[in-house]
């Protein structure tokens, strides 16, 4: 029945124009009839928003320049770890920096003990599964991965900064800590391109929110920085730092999908058209 749905708003529609012109990337990785129905039956083409999309992310996936530096961080830790996977087999980072939930599922994956807390975020979170994933990708490629060496934990709203290595109090992580920031900063500093997605601890609070805007400053100044849509564009716009990026994203999933080198359905039916074109 959706599918029927879907052809019968198509044929009625369709014959109202002249060409489809898909420049929702935003909405590009969803199957919707308006991102892929069109394309079927009228001439059909990119916008040109849709084309910087894909033209920045492409700077960041191939990798051509170096150093290209990823800092992923958020709650969204599978995301994350298709995308390491995809960038890192790709041959399309030379670094790849964790942070947030991100960092906490390889700093376990590393045998690191992070506390009854942390460990009971990620259980609840539904990221235990992401654990093995993470360690054979520390285990293939070993100097690519960096994980925080210090991070900042959360006593009734007050931080307080530790040592991956002394984490045995049990207390929630709340931001990646000063040295790791330092760390961090100086390999986005110097990277050719820098790739951003999530931010590094709990941004929407004062006390840890530093780790998340340092490490966007530090992006910003490379040569070629862009940011994956999201969290990572509400804490660019509070920062006021849109205007030192190359390139922010306007879409959160659609951004992660392409980078993790899934299909977006949008792109894909765009694709088909072309080859229909070229083949008449």
């Known amino acids: 029945p959706a599918d029927h749905a879907k052809s019968h708003m198509v044929k009625r529609l369709a014959p109202l124009f002249d060409l489809f012109i898909n420049d929702a990337f935003a909405v590009s990785h969803r199957s919707h009839c308006s991102v892929v129905g069109f394309t079927e039956v009228l001439p059909s083409i990119a916008g040109l928003l849709m084309d910087k999309e894909i033209t920045a992310l492409d700077k960041g996936l191939k990798g051509d320049e170096h150093p290209t530096i990823y800092s992923l961080g958020g709650t969204k830790a599978d995301d994350s770890i298709k995308v390491i996977e995809n960038v890192l087999r790709r041959g399309g980072a030379d670094k790849i920096l964790t942070s947030g939930v991100v960092a906490t599922v390889f700093l376990m994956a590393a045998g690191i003990n992070i506390g009854e807390a942390n460990r009971k975020f990620v259980e609840d979170q539904e990221y235990l599964e992401q654990i093995p994933i993470a360690a054979k990708l520390l285990a293939e490629y070993p100097d690519?991965?960096?994980?925080?060496?210090d991070v900042a934990l959360n006593k009734n709203g007050e931080r307080i900064d530790v040592a991956v290595s002394a984490l045995s109090n049990d207390l929630p992580i709340a931001d990646i800590g000063l040295e790791t920031?330092?760390?961090?900063?100086?390999?986005l500093k110097d990277a050719r391109v820098t790739v951003m997605n999530g931010p590094a601890g709990i941004f929407e609070q004062e006390k840890f929110k530093l780790g998340t805007s340092e490490l966007l400053k530090a992006s910003a100044e490379s040569d070629y920085s862009i940011a994956g849509g999201g969290h990572s564009v509400a804490a660019i716009e509070q920062l006021g730092l849109e205007p030192k990026f190359s390139h922010v994203s306007m879409g959160g999933g659609a951004s992660i999908t392409y980078l993790s080198g899934e299909p977006l359905p949008g792109i894909e039916a765009l694709k088909k058209y072309a080859l229909k074109v070229r083949k008449a």
Not at 144 to 149: D, G, H, L, R, T
């Open 144 to 149: 690519k991965i960096a994980m925080p060496v």
């Open 181 to 187: 920031i330092v760390d961090y900063s100086k390999e």
